[in-house]
């Protein structure tokens, strides 16, 4: 069985190969045809990259283009809807989000800084970890569904608030033996394939597998609106979804596991720019 599963691993990094496939080194990412946002960045010190290079720079034009005007990037849907949860009342304490937080603009830069540890919850907290924790202990609201409608939508809200803004994500200190964990999960082979995320995103990057121009699987632009699926996806929810295609059981969506991996890839795009909502295929 062990043979098999090696034998398979092999036979897709094959395959990728043999379709290789060049990313765009002109590709140059302006929404709005006025906001600039660089697709590229220097590799942070002891990163496995020379470059880092944004997911957009591996789609289509089509692709590339749907996010370059908010009218037709299909995520802005949800960013409206977002927009109205905003000021809604719910739960039992007669409070909306605007209630304490006012404009969500005042949200701008959060994007760049998440996840991270937080003293008074004593872990490492993504953005769903904060939505939540406002809902259930300062609204009386019922806790929303990790990659649920409303809980994209409103990430995709808070996350535009960042837009074209550096990441920079902390694994210092009390984040350290998360990041370690995420780490140790990133190069771990796992499922039937005999798989781990490195080998699709760091030893196969550019390449071709299947019909998928294979990246450096940077999250810079989550949630992102996948053509596949079409609705706004989180990181989280994807994580969830590669393991499955390498059939291996995903790890809890909110868990410790998956929590640690974001952490760790989210910084392994330190210095690129906020992309929040993308458009991937």
Same mark, same amino acid.
């Given at each position: ?78 960013? +409206?809807?977002?927009?109205? %949860?905003?000021?809604?009342?719910? /739960?039992?304490?007669?409070? #909306? $989000? *605007?209630? &304490? !937080? @006012? =404009? ?75 990041? +370690?964990?995420?780490?140790? %999960?990133?190069?771990?082979?796992? /499922?039937?394939?005999?798989? #781990? $995320? *490195?080998? &699709? !995103? @760091? =030893? ?78």
């Amino acid at each position: 069985m062990k043979r098999l599963a090696i034998g398979a691993s092999i036979a897709v990094a094959a395959l990728a190969v043999s379709f290789s496939a060049q990313a765009d080194e002109e590709a140059e990412l302006v929404v709005n045809e006025e906001l600039e946002i660089s697709t590229k960045a220097a590799a942070p010190k002891g990163s496995a990259l020379d470059e880092l290079l944004s997911g957009w720079r591996f789609r289509t034009d089509e692709t590339q283009a749907l996010q370059m005007d908010d009218f037709d990037n299909p995520s802005f849907i949800f960013v +409206e809807q977002a927009e109205d %949860l905003w000021t809604k009342v719910d /739960g039992t304490e007669g409070k #909306s $989000c *605007a209630s &304490c !937080h @006012e =404009d969500v603009a005042k949200f701008k830069g959060l994007r760049t800084q998440l996840p991270r540890y937080d003293e008074e919850a004593g872990k490492v907290y993504t953005m769903e970890n904060y939505i939540n924790e406002c809902r259930t202990e300062r609204m009386g609201a019922e806790a929303w569904g990790w990659s649920k409608v409303k809980m994209t939508a409103m990430t995709a809200l808070i996350s535009v608030q960042s837009r074209g803004m550096p990441v920079h994500v902390k694994t210092d200190g009390k984040a350290a033996p998360t990041y +370690e964990l995420g780490k140790e %999960l990133y190069y771990t082979r796992v /499922g039937q394939l005999d798989m #781990s $995320c *490195a080998n &699709c !995103h @760091e =030893d196969n990057y550019g390449n071709m597998i299947r019909a998928d121009h294979l990246s450096q699987g940077h999250i810079n632009g989550f949630p992102t609106y996948r053509l596949k699926n079409s609705k706004l996806n989180s990181v989280q929810g994807r994580f969830k979804g590669c393991m499955k295609n390498i059939r291996a059981t995903p790890y809890k969506v909110g868990g410790a596991e998956f929590t640690a991996l974001e952490l760790y890839v989210a910084s392994r795009g330190n210095g690129l720019a906020v992309e929040s909502p993308s458009v991937r295929n």
